[in-house]
């Protein structure tokens, strides 16, 4: 087959199609990981919850008796574990970047806050009681 020298190439699509073009490290892939995983259970809740509660005081005959339950379970998981869940996910933690980058800063501020306590705690001279303020005051 000859292309005519005139006619454009057509654009060839990427192998992999992806919405967020942003690279993640390898916390923040663990990140959105926890989120599909999350988002997976939460769908999943009721044959989690029975296959959980059919295991609750069986050892290793959980697996034999509980058999059907985890059937269920390990089926609906299945069920949306899928690609497009993944990709949900993905969005669902890009969407939350900038509360969770509020959220850092709030914990950066009470660490500085509590660091300024403790060591002005730890400063303290042992033969002071409590209340006592002034250098003069026995």
């Not at 060839?12 to 959105?32: D, F, H, I, T």
């Not at 005959?61 to 059907?68: G, P, V």
Request: aromatic residues 8%; glycine residues 2%.
């Amino acid at each position: 087959m000859t292309i005519p020298p005139n006619e454009p190439l057509a654009p060839r699509p990427s192998p992999l199609p992806s919405r967020n073009p942003l690279p993640l490290s390898a916390s923040q892939e663990a990140q959105v990981k926890e989120v599909y995983h999350k988002r997976v259970r939460t769908k999943c809740a009721d044959e989690v919850r029975d296959f959980a509660s059919c295991c609750t005081s069986r050892t290793f005959t959980a697996t034999i008796m509980c058999r059907k339950q985890q059937k269920a379970m390990n089926t609906c998981m299945m069920q949306y574990a899928t690609q497009a869940e993944q990709d949900a996910a993905r969005e669902e933690w890009f969407a939350t970047m900038d509360k969770r980058r509020e959220e850092r800063g709030r914990k950066e501020a009470k660490r500085k806050v509590d660091e300024v306590f403790w060591r002005e705690w730890w400063a303290k001279n042992p033969d002071k009681k409590p209340g006592q303020t002034g250098e003069g005051n026995p």
